[in-house]
């Protein structure tokens, strides 16, 4: 009885052994049939695209889930403009880890981008570029083809009420690190110059509060006052240069002393306390200005304007390159900076950058420099990743 047991038992195992030999290589062909070998008829997936960061070029096929606009955040609605979006496996994907960041050239952005075409969100497309690091994340870059998956769908016209700048930034399109910045550099170059004393009408434009027309918002403290209560008194406002005119000892001159893409309204006693100071953490909050702080050494500005403080520096960096009997203005790692043309802390406005993304106020701002006074652009607003690309 126990010899028939055990050849029953042995048979049995002998059975489960065969039908799982046949189970692994189907379950196999399962597993693989989504994952490509990235060519256009077999495109990778996303997590594919992910896992095979190594500068090829390959198609990936994934759900458009919204627009990145740092490293860290990814939006689902008022995009900003039409320069990239993320792709998922899953259209319900919101794990950041789960995306790649998409590129879109110039001759794609009036179909595929988001600004123009909202709709696209949720919707599957195949993108065929280069796998590598955008927005300092997994990325596509220099796409060469882009492609909606659902049924021969076309994507929609592009709102005519949100163009493009008609190739502002194509220079710069595909460039990267020194070869970027000075590409930049020759975009945004040469621009109109206004006097010191134009700077105050500029910026009761500029920076208009949305909720009071006429009123300026001021940059440190926040604070909603009145246009025309401007001047040197204790509670008016008065002229911040961002980038501290004495490091480099332009002052108010026509040029990086009157660029208002650097220039903001402040509170008169509160810019004195700022003076010179190059950017960092830490200090004693400011009396006059919550969340700001400052040390003998440097300055912090309350969180909701730390992007907008760096992106003007940032601008700063680039715009004035030591050319055309120019300052050559740079960024370096230090406090101290004293009259020297630098200002720091790189690191810290890296950061900043991060921690306080691209807003509709730096935007408006931004098209208002643009359009009415010095027609150029800060590039570090329309392409926040452009920061990444250069600095990190």
Do not use: C
């Amino acid at each position: 009885m126990q010899n028939i047991q055990k050849r029953t038992l042995v048979t049995a195992t002998l059975l489960l052994a065969s039908v799982l030999l046949f189970i692994q290589p189907v379950t196999n062909i399962f597993v693989n049939a989504s994952s490509g070998d990235g060519s256009s008829s077999s495109p990778y997936t996303v997590t594919q695209a992910i896992n095979n960061q190594d500068n090829s070029t390959k198609s990936v096929e994934g759900y458009i889930v919204g627009q990145p606009i740092s490293t860290t955040s990814v939006i689902t609605s008022n995009f900003p403009n039409n320069y990239a979006f993320a792709l998922a496996d899953s259209p319900s994907a919101t794990n950041i880890e789960e995306m790649v960041y998409v590129q879109i050239p110039s001759s794609f952005r009036s179909s595929f981008g988001l600004q123009s075409n909202p709709s696209l969100l949720g919707e599957k497309v195949k993108v065929t570029g280069t796998l590598t690091n955008y927005f300092a994340h997994a990325g596509v870059k220099n796409g060469t083809a882009f492609e909606l998956q659902n049924d021969d769908t076309q994507p929609p016209d592009p709102d005519p009420e949100t163009p493009e700048l008609d190739g502002y930034y194509d220079d710069a399109d595909g460039k990267t690190g020194e070869q970027l910045k000075s590409t930049l550099h020759d975009i945004i170059d040469d621009h109109t110059e206004i006097s010191y004393s134009n700077v105050w009408e500029a910026l009761r434009e500029t920076d208009e509060d949305p909720r009071n027309s006429n009123n300026v918002l001021l940059l440190y403290t926040g604070r909603s006052q009145g246009k025309n209560d401007n001047g040197g008194n204790a509670d008016d406002w008065n002229r911040e240069h961002v980038w501290a005119k004495s490091h480099g000892d332009f002052g108010t001159s026509m040029g990086p002393g009157t660029d208002i893409h650097h220039l903001r309204p402040t509170d008169a006693s509160v810019n004195s306390s700022r003076s010179n100071l190059d950017f960092d953490d830490g200090g004693s909050e400011h009396s006059e200005a919550d969340g700001n702080y400052y040390d003998s050494d440097s300055w912090e500005p309350r969180d909701s304007v730390k992007g907008d403080v760096a992106r003007m520096i940032f601008y700063m960096d680039v715009r004035y390159e030591g050319d055309s009997g120019e300052l050559d203005l740079e960024l370096n790692d230090q406090v101290n900076n004293g009259s020297a043309p630098y200002h720091g802390k790189l690191s810290v406005l890296l950061e900043w950058h991060e921690e306080d993304p691209v807003d509709d106020f730096e935007r408006r701002r931004n098209d208002i420099i643009f359009n009415d006074y010095q027609h150029n652009r800060n590039p570090f607003i329309d392409h926040p990743e452009w920061v990444g690309e250069i600095w990190e």
